[in-house]
RNA sequence: GCCCAGGUGGUGGAAUUGGUAGACACGCAGGACUUAAAAUCCUGUGGGCAGUAAUGCCCGUGUGGGUUCAAGUCCCACCCUGGGUACCA
């Protein structure tokens, strides 16, 4: 008992439990973080990613970015701005289902017994968040308007010729005033016709026409199913071509799915990323997602068949080294083009390609694979033969889904040309630029007919044309963008308002009006899926099959539809008209501040930015980009504990015995093992049943675990719970420590090693206002030094959190308090703006104290100090004197000397003459406030 | 594989963006107060070599090259770690 931590005293000093549950509960009442949509001031919007309500609760990773973006939002209001703050959940998902299939229990239930527990953590932390503003995706007042949204897509196209999106009506009236011909639309993949073909076609093959052009538009695509699971799986559930749960064998199945026309903005989402204050590297992965290649699309003749195909490529001066083709295993033509001799090799081939994913499909580098179909393609200028391949490399969704291949100048041709036994032929000769690789656009054509003696970007400008002219070419602009998959085959997402005339989608899709939204999902038995890849919905027959005879459909929307527009309902959460009020959304108009992981650097960002660009062309927002400011967090990690089983035994060996067996790693909870990562047999033996009869195996008496650094999660019993660190420290010390951990872009493990220095902090701090109950703050005058100490600290937090850089604004606060607590400064006219300076930090402390000193308001709606440059002036400066460039000595001279002054005090000095003596003075540097080098 | 980011003491990190590497903390060691502990305070703390000592010298920011009066910072190549890779969120 006597090493207990003696908690009565140290709460004596500074009872962080009362003054955090005292405030916490005045600021409620108070109603304090209530922001209005009507006000004078200037606004701001600071903006976090909603979490997604898992059930492992938040955890310490979570509040990295809330609280730095807290921090900013409080020192926001305090510098005199009307701050939008608000919090919300990214309700609907996998996991909330994947428990439901668990536990049978319904995901609404789990879900919001989770969002109850987040809310919770949350409000511990003290974050200055409006409540009154939450949004919860999965609440039907708040899906209501996905569905809305969806609805407005669906009605509508992207004209290309205004470079905007349109109502669809403004389409039909060209197609029935002019025929296809008379519209430019994005997608529009079909047969042309005339505005009387138009008018006498019938109202379903209209309906068929229009779906190549709608915003969210019905496709072919292919999900993974597990036959055994009976479900369709995501990617993730998808491990070396088996399922995750349970091993079973999975193959891609061909569904009818939604859409969202993505491709159709790709140039204005790239072009308006430049004018963003976003990370470089993050506009870097948005441009490469986008992926815009200037290139060429040519056509080929089939040999033997009265049919062509489509290439993309970007090096159409190579075609002389086309010494092959390749089609995606998916191409439409494979089928048909294959010889009867080849039919079973590429049968077999087909096989296995159903097997593999798409990133196994490109990161195979090492071995090739492919097969011959026997047909062959007509060489357009050569009229040789080129034999006609598939391969897994080549993707159905990339460009055309085929490509001529050119061994001479690409890898991945090259080594499939080396396997095969396919010829190489020479085209460029690059001897002119040495260390040019082969896929370089560097060198003179050769072996290249017409081309012969062109340097490479010439030669691209003259076939270009020469394709042109044939009639069998023409130069392209493609992008790897691809249109966003919007359906899923599940039970936890927003229904679709969507109607059929019959079951088998061999009709065109109708939309509810929206007078029927929201349409809510329907109470299910059973949350595992249908035998034929469809979702669970399905087998809920009276609200598939409506009284009229029509059918509804049974796919649901993805996790980033929600996602993509909630920073909009924030603005006007309670609006029952619309989807947000123009009077909000012209007071707000975007979010200033958006802090967030980079995992959504190319997803969730892309997709908003997408709704709002089409928002904007309606005249709906204000503004063309919905993030100004975008700040990545880094992740803090899970430090995992494992301990190794002998394969085949109940028995477990310490981490230093482990290479003498042949053993198995298994995670297990971190609370039963301490700091030095000695596990504490008997907790983990009462944890769980298989571990009561198991034997363990010591070294030197104890038993040591493996770590692991890994994310947060519950399956790897390494959360860690911020109500337990802010139970035991208090919240304000938590968020500060949080930020001393380093830069917010930073990914760390978490670790509660150093969590005592910011709990001295607050103490130390503490006792510069109060010690022993007694308030000890005087009204003397303060000292220069006191002035300097005070002033340099606000220029540095007031600088330093521009960039976001919480962490040395802690070490500043540090600084100040050690230099203050040195002096026994008590003085009011120092510690009172301190207060309103830390405030942001640690908004607990700080109030308790504002108020003790006699304070009407909060510390939260104070003043800001500003730091005033007559305290922080100096006259001389310590120079470092550096030798050839090593730092030597320092030397004391007044700021703002030239460099002859300068020079002829740091010679006379007797230390540099030792150094330079002998030697000729070659050079003397002299950087005013900075440094100063001699060279010798 | 491809795209993006990051490697600095025993640990988390700092470094005015090319100008004193290791601020501020944790940990550790020694000391003060105490019957003892907790709390608090003080001192020291990158590595090596020399010296009783003050001190001095050398090395040092993932590895190897380069640019510069000066490189953690810029350039080239490589190694390792993290994120994403289109149905996890």
């Known amino acids: 008992m006597a090493s207990m931590p003696n908690k009565l005293e140290f709460n004596m000093e500074y009872n962080f439990t009362e003054i955090e549950a005292t405030w916490r509960q005045k600021w409620q009442e108070n109603e304090l973080y209530k922001v209005s949509n009507n006000s004078d001031k200037p606004k701001y919007y600071v903006l976090d990613m909603f979490p997604y309500p898992s059930g492992a609760g938040l955890h310490v990773g979570h509040p990295l970015g809330y609280i730095a973006s807290d921090i900013y939002s409080r020192y926001k209001r305090l510098k005199g701005f009307n701050v939008l703050h608000p919090m919300g959940f990214d309700a609907f998902g996998l996991p909330a289902e994947q428990y439901a299939i668990e536990t049978g229990q319904h995901p609404r239930t789990s879900t919001e017994k989770n969002i109850g527990y987040f809310k919770e953590q949350l409000q511990n932390i003290g974050f200055s968040y409006d409540w009154s503003r939450e949004v919860s995706t999965c609440d039907p007042e708040y899906f209501k308007w996905t569905q809305w949204a969806f609805l407005q897509m669906f009605h509508a196209w992207y004209?290309?010729?205004?470079?905007?999106?349109?109502?669809?009506?403004?389409?039909?009236?060209?197609?029935?005033?002019?025929?296809?011909?008379?519209?430019?639309?994005?997608?529009?993949?079909?047969?042309?016709?005339?505005?009387?073909?138009?008018?006498?076609?019938?109202?379903?093959?209209?309906?068929?026409?229009?779906?190549?052009?709608?915003?969210?538009?019905?496709?072919?695509?292919?999900?993974?199913?597990?036959e055994a699971l009976g479900t369709v799986l995501a990617n993730d559930e998808v491990k070396d071509?088996?399922?995750?749960?349970g091993g079973h064998p999975v193959e891609k199945k061909k569904l009818r799915q939604w859409f969202l026309r993505t491709t159709a903005f790709a140039e204005r989402l790239l072009g308006d990323?430049?004018?963003?204050?976003?990370?470089?590297?993050?506009k870097e992965m948005q441009r490469n997602w986008i992926g815009k290649s200037y290139g060429a699309s040519i056509h080929f003749d089939i040999i033997g068949h009265d049919k062509q195909f489509e290439i993309f490529t970007t090096r159409a001066d190579t075609i002389f080294g086309a010494t092959f083709m390749v089609l995606a295993p998916e191409h439409e033509l494979v089928a048909e083009i294959t010889t009867p001799e080849q039919k079973e090799k590429i049968e077999t081939y087909l096989d296995y390609v159903r097997k593999r994913s798409e990133r196994d499909r490109l990161s195979e580098v090492k071995v090739v694979t492919g097969e011959f179909t026997g047909a062959y393609a007509k060489h357009p200028f050569s009229g040789e033969p080129v034999p006609i391949w598939i391969a897994?490399?080549?993707?159905?969704?990339?460009?055309?889904?085929?490509?001529?291949?050119?061994p001479s100048d690409d890898d991945r041709d090259n080594a499939f040309a080396e396997k095969f036994n396919i010829p190489i032929v020479e085209i460029i000769d690059k001897s002119k630029y040495p260390g040019a690789g082969r896929s370089d656009k560097l060198g003179i054509m050769i072996n290249s007919d017409f081309l012969d003696g062109m340097e490479v970007p010439e030669a691209i400008q003259h076939i270009t044309s020469k394709l042109e002219d044939m009639g069998i070419g023409k130069g392209k602009i493609n992008y790897r963008l691809r249109d966003a998959g919007f359906s899923r085959q599940r039970y936890w997402g927003e229904p679709f308002p969507i109607v059929y005339d019959s079951e088998d989608l061999s009709e065109m899709p109708k939309t509810l009006p929206e007078t029927e939204l929201p349409l809510r999902l329907p109470e299910v038995e059973s949350y595992s899926q249908s035998p034929d890849g469809r979702s669970p919905i399905a087998a809920i027959r009276d609200w598939v099959e409506l009284p009229n005879g029509q059918y509804r459909e049974t796919d649901t929307m993805p996790g980033y539809a929600g996602s993509s527009w909630y920073f909009l309902?924030?603005?006007?959460?309670?609006?029952?008209?619309?989807?947000?009020?123009?009077?909000?959304?012209?007071?707000?108009?975007?979010?200033?501040?958006?802090?967030?992981?980079?995992?959504?650097?190319?997803?969730?960002?892309?997709?908003?930015?997408?709704?709002?660009?089409?928002?904007?062309?309606?005249?709906?927002?204000?503004?063309?980009?919905?993030?100004?400011?975008?700040?990545?967090?880094?992740?803090?990690?899970?430090?995992?504990?494992?301990?190794?089983?002998?394969?085949?035994?109940?028995?477990?060996?310490?981490?230093?015995?482990?290479?003498?067996?042949?053993?198995?790693?298994?995670h297990i909870p971190i609370k039963f093992v301490d700091g030095k990562d000695m596990l504490d047999i008997e907790a983990l033996k009462g944890w769980r049943s298989d571990f009561e009869e198991a034997d363990f195996v010591l070294h030197e008496g104890g038993f040591k675990c493996d770590f692991d650094v890994e994310k947060m999660s519950k399956r790897l019993y390494n959360v860690t719970d911020p109500n337990d660190v802010i139970s035991k420290y208090g919240a304000d010390t938590f968020r500060l420590y949080i930020m001393f951990l380093g830069p917010i872009e930073d990914s760390k493990p978490w670790s509660t090693k150093g969590i005592e220095g910011t709990a001295k902090f607050l103490k130390k701090f503490w006792r510069l206002f109060v010690q022993d109950e007694q308030l000890i703050v005087t009204d003397d005058k303060a000292s220069p030094e006191e002035l300097k100490t005070l002033h340099k600290t606000i220029k540095k937090v007031d600088h330093d959190l521009s960039t976001l850089g919480m962490n040395t604004c802690v070490s500043a606060f540090m600084v100040c308090v050690n230099e203050l607590t040195a002096a026994k400064c008590h003085k009011r006219e120092i510690l009172e703006p301190l207060l309103v300076l830390l405030a942001p930090f640690a908004p607990f402390v700080t109030e308790e104290l504002y108020?003790?000193?006699?304070?009407?308001?909060?510390?939260?709606?104070?003043?800001?100090?500003?730091?005033?440059?007559?305290?922080?002036?100096?006259?001389?400066?310590?120079?470092p004197i550096s030798i050839n460039g090593k730092m030597r000595i320092k030397i004391n001279l007044p700021l703002g000397i030239d460099q002859a002054a300068a020079q002829e005090s740091v010679l006379a000095n007797e230390m540099v003459q030792k150094w330079i003596e002998g030697k000729d003075l070659r050079k003397f540097i002299y950087v005013p406030g900075r440094i100063i080098n001699i060279v010798v």
């Not at 071509?241 to 749960?245: A, H, P, Q, T």
């Not at 310490?654 to 042949?662: F, G, P, T």
């Not at 308001?857 to 120079?879: I, R």
Request: charged share 25%.
């Open 392 to 406: 897994e490399y080549v993707l159905a969704s990339y460009g055309t889904g085929a490509i001529m291949a050119v």
């Open 851 to 879: 108020q003790r000193l006699g304070n009407e308001g909060s510390v939260h709606t104070a003043v800001y100090p500003e730091h005033d440059e007559q305290y922080l002036k100096e006259d001389a400066y310590e120079y």
């Open 241 to 245: 071509g088996l399922s995750e749960r």
């Open 569 to 666: 309902r924030y603005m006007d959460p309670q609006n029952k008209g619309t989807f947000v009020g123009q009077d909000a959304i012209n007071y707000w108009k975007d979010v200033d501040l958006y802090i967030g992981g980079t995992e959504h650097a190319v997803g969730h960002l892309l997709y908003s930015r997408t709704w709002h660009k089409y928002f904007y062309d309606q005249g709906l927002v204000p503004t063309k980009e919905p993030f100004q400011r975008l700040v990545n967090q880094g992740m803090i990690q899970g430090r995992s504990n494992l301990i190794y089983r002998i394969k085949g035994e109940n028995k477990f060996v310490s981490l230093e015995l482990k290479d003498q067996h042949d053993c198995s790693p298994i």
């Open 273 to 282: 990323l430049d004018d963003l204050n976003w990370p470089e590297s993050m």
């Open 159 to 226: 004209n290309q010729e205004t470079d905007q999106s349109e109502p669809i009506d403004t389409l039909i009236a060209k197609f029935a005033q002019g025929g296809s011909a008379a519209a430019k639309g994005a997608g529009g993949e079909h047969e042309a016709f005339d505005a009387d073909g138009w008018n006498d076609m019938s109202p379903s093959d209209q309906q068929r026409i229009l779906m190549n052009y709608r915003l969210m538009f019905q496709a072919e695509s292919e999900v993974w199913f597990c």
